[in-house]
T-cell receptor
């Protein structure tokens, strides 16, 4: 059974903390993504990566960075967490074949207090 | 660029009612089309897909047909259940792209 696993379901962090969200996939997919999901705003792409050590900004990269040192792992970093980064964060992976779907993790609900 | 437009919710239905969620898209070439479902507190999971024109995707009683002439991929179910209450996302994967473009999501609430 294919899997995308996010390290935490729920996180509570303080303003100004450095936060790491980890995502691991076991499907040998080239492409990985981080989205945030907020009520009424749908899914918004933060960053994606199409290969190890490669990254591209999505629609809302400000305040975030990413790391992909190994093919199976894609980390989202909040350098200095702020309350407006309270959200649901979703990781996804996708193979290179055009006809295939993306697989999602279960989501991390982050609260910044 | 690629874009997906789906009807806004929430959509509230009674059990056994007919459900349709409209989805239209803009893309160059021949994209692959997807419907994802998100149950409360969970990530997205694939509901169905279609990879070429006139293909029909189906799963769990849901169906959607890839209509190139109208650039649409409407989701339908003939008789919904309370357990179908969820958020539904239409998405496309462009011919040249390595990522998915999502619609805004439609929340569906089915009441007993």
């Amino acid at each position: 059974d294919v899997k995308v696993t996010q390290s935490s379901r729920y996180l509570v962090k303080r303003t100004g903390e450095k936060v790491f969200l980890e995502c691991v996939q076991d499907m040998d997919h080239e492409n990985m993504f981080w989205y945030r999901q907020d009520p009424g705003l749908g899914l918004r792409l933060i960053y994606f990566s199409y290969d190890v050590k490669m990254k591209e900004k999505g629609d809302i990269p400000e305040g975030y960075s990413v790391s992909r040192e190994k093919k199976e792992r894609f980390s989202l970093i909040l350098e200095s967490a702020s309350t407006n980064q309270t959200s649901m964060y979703l990781c996804a992976s996708l193979t290179g074949s055009r006809n295939t779907e993306a697989f999602f993790g279960q989501g991390t609900r982050l609260t910044v207090v | 660029g690629d874009s997906v437009t789906q009807m806004e919710g929430p959509v509230t239905l009674s059990e056994e009612a007919f459900l349709t969620i409209n989805c239209t898209y803009t893309a160059t070439g021949y994209p692959s089309l997807f419907w994802y479902v998100q149950y409360p507190g969970e990530g997205l999971q694939l509901l169905l897909k279609a990879t070429k024109a006139d293909d029909k995707g189906s799963n769990k009683g849901f169906e959607a047909t890839y209509r190139k002439e109208t650039t649409s991929f409407h989701l339908e179910k003939g008789s919904v259940q309370v357990s179908d209450s969820a958020v539904y996302f239409c998405a496309l994967r462009g011919a040249a792209g390595n990522k998915l473009t999502f619609g805004g999501g439609t929340r569906v609430l089915v009441k007993p």
